[in-house]
């Protein structure tokens, strides 16, 4: 019963800009009662564990993301392999991110399970570091099983040449909290942010955000896309800063695919 609790926990926080769609919310954590939480001062990431009881995990957890990524243990993982179809363009400015959310039939699969992906968002800068090193922005694409199981798959992305897969989202962001921008006419694909290596670290963590729920099954591509300066400003200047810093790894193996 327990375990059930986290998970439904964890699939409504994670996912709560599906229920912001759903249910006409702008998104934000309060609507369901939960604490306001930031990025600095006296609601950010050092307090996020003590604002409400919901986000104990916060502090208590030792399985936390984002991570450093290094002294990974080198393995055979089979590729991440990415099924992703278009989707009209349905952006929400939730107040913490710039999400993008997926209409249902896109899915990935990873050790084996196959899970949906439910949208995508962003954080400048990147919140993984690898060996040590910051990016300059990290896309997540967060995906769900089931019950509510979930895997997120991180691309790094860092300065050089203009992406064109971010054009048609900086088109359309919305620049205010709790806005959205529903771009029926306009079709984008995941697939093709992802870079062509499919190399990548993997480990069990934990959402970034509050409830900082654990059992996240990470996959962090190791090679990083590139976006231009005015691209990632264009997404930090409406989001500021929205990392949380890296975590203890603690116990946990890292493994890093070498294919
Ligand atoms: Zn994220």
Known sequence: MKLRKRLAMLAMVCAVVMLAAVQGYGGHAASSGSSHWTYEGESGPEHWGTLSPQYATCSTGSNQSPINLHAAYEAKLDRVAFSYQGTPLN?????????????????????????????????TPSEHKVNGESFKMEMHLVHKKGEGELAVVGVLMKEGQANRFLDAIIQHIPKHAEERSMVEAVTINAADVLPESGEYFHYYGSLTTPPCSEGVNWSVLKTPVEASAAQIEAFHSVMGDNARPVQQVNQRFLLMSTQ
């Open 91 to 123: 952006i929400i400015n939730n107040g913490h991110t710039i999400q993008v959310n997926y209409q249902p039939g896109s899915t990935v699969t990873v050790d084996a399970q196959t899970y949906e992906l439910l949208q995508f968002h962003f954080h």
